[in-house]
């Protein structure tokens, strides 16, 4: 290779893409089979140059303003093993690129049965409806969109309690019938929001409320973290500077967690009916004034 010229690389990349579909044949058959999983992604690449052929403007994952790019789309075995790749115009959008996939799973291929996996930007409600469904033996796996998994909040499919001792559940929903919907707690994710929640609830909880307090009162960086007087306080009254009770994080969850709304139901004739929220504690009033 480090005797090799430019010109000699070129022909090399020439002559691999004279056999791409052959050799990309002798990969499929080699790592996938019907039944399996198919993994599918796209990326894009920018140019500085301007006499690529499929080189276009469009959506620039590097954030490069103004660059001409090109896309291409990735298929994998289930292990991640790449198999195929596709080059696509740099205005290509996403899920457009999944209709050639399909086509080329199943007829270069030859499989009449697979599970492709893709993520909520490539395989789309769109894409399932037109491309997927009506394909027989194709199967997807993919994931919802926040506003689709709020949905699934709000008509009670989908309650959050489920995670209260486990990870992972099935659930179903009149909206996607006959499909799988597997939901699951993310603690990463979780964690994230519980670290704003803590920043924002500190003033009633055990937590450090005055973190200034607590720094200036560290001798130096090397030595042991202190707590502010503000927090020494709650600790050893229990109370908090308006006199409500101090909870730990975990504490105030749950009596949060018994808020709850009624549907009421008069007995009068024709009365409506009307939901009822149960009023707040003079705690739960203050934390809810925290997080607005």
């Known amino acids: 290779m480090e005797q090799a010229s430019e010109d000699e690389l070129y022909q090399v990349m020439d002559w691999l893409g004279q056999r791409q579909e052959r050799i990309e044949g002798k990969l ?4 996938l089979d019907n039944g399996s999983f198919v993994l599918y992604d796209v990326t894009s690449t920018y140019f500085e140059g301007r006499t690529c052929p499929p080189a276009r403007l469009g959506h620039n994952r590097d954030g490069k303003k103004g660059k001409l790019q090109i896309g291409f789309g990735l298929l994998c075995s289930h292990e991640g093993c790449p198999v195929a790749v596709e080059v696509f115009p740099g205005d290509t959008g996403d ?7 399909i086509r080329k799973i199943r007829d270069r291929f030859g499989l009449g049965r697979v599970i492709l996996v893709g993520d ?6 769109a894409r399932i409806r037109e491309e997927i ?7 997807w796996i993919t994931a ?3 506003s689709q998994i709020r949905k699934l909040v709000d008509s009670g499919s989908l309650q959050l309690s489920l995670f209260d001792e486990q990870d992972l559940a099935e659930i179903t929903d009149p909206a996607y019938p006959k499909e ?3 939901v699951c707690r993310n603690p990463m994710l979780a964690y994230y929001v519980e670290w704003h929640m803590r920043q924002l ?3 009633i909880l055990f937590d450090e409320d005055v973190p200034q307090g607590a720094q200036a009162s560290r ?15 709650k600790a050893r009254r229990k109370r908090t500077k308006d006199n409500l009770p101090v909870h730990s994080f975990r504490t105030l969850l749950k009596d949060l967690a018994t808020i709850c709304k009624s549907r009421v139901q008069p007995h009068f004739p024709a009365a409506p009916a009307f939901d009822k929220i149960t009023l707040p504690t003079p705690v739960q009033h203050r934390a809810s004034n925290f997080c607005v």
């Open 28 to 31: 499929a058959k080699k790592h």
């Open 95 to 101: 899920p457009s690129t999944l209709e050639e996939q």
């Open 120 to 125: 909520r930007g490539l395989i789309t409600e």
């Open 133 to 139: 469904r009506p394909v027989k033996g194709l199967e």
């Open 144 to 146: 919802l969109r926040s």
């Open 180 to 182: 799988r919907l597997v």
């Open 201 to 203: 609830l500190a003033p």
């Open 219 to 233: 001798k130096s960086v090397v030595a042991p973290a202190q707590r502010s007087d503000s927090a020494k306080a």
